[in-house]
């Protein structure tokens, strides 16, 4: 199983930039996908979820202006990330989880992306 994030760099306060992960060797439309992010010194958190059906869930911090999505044919996640702001930078990971329903915990997804790294300069 390989998760191929991208889509990282820099951007201004205010700026938009979509994260794309491309997941290769699962069952795409059988996974629940999630994306996360760590910034230096402080833990992995949560960002947003997606299920099969394309129901999704957010952290508070980024509800309203992120926006998760899926193309099951082409077997990939998106993160759409508008109204950047510096406490955004971080790397961040996509994630697959053979579960159903809104999954939050890190520990419960099975498979994790390399990361990508998004600045956000004020």
């Known amino acids: 199983v390989q998760l191929q994030a991208s889509g990282g760099g820099l951007a201004q306060s205010g700026a938009s930039l979509r994260l794309s992960c491309a997941a290769s060797?699962?069952?795409?439309?059988?996974?629940?996908f999630g994306w996360f992010r760590q910034s230096p010194g402080k833990e992995r958190e949560f960002v947003a979820t997606?299920?099969?059906?394309?129901?999704?869930y957010y952290s508070d911090s980024v509800k309203g202006r992120f926006t998760a999505s899926r193309e099951n044919a082409e077997s990939t996640v998106y993160l759409q990330m508008n109204s950047l702001k510096p406490e955004d930078t971080a790397v961040y990971y996509c994630?697959?989880?053979?579960?159903?329903?809104?999954?939050?915990?890190?520990?419960?997804?099975?498979?994790w992306g390399q990361g990508t790294l998004v600045t956000v300069s004020s």
């Open positions: 994630a697959a989880a053979s579960r159903f329903g809104v999954v939050v915990r890190g520990d419960e997804y099975d498979y």
């Open positions: 997606i299920n099969w059906g394309g129901s999704t």
């Open positions: 060797g699962l069952t795409f439309r059988n996974y629940v």
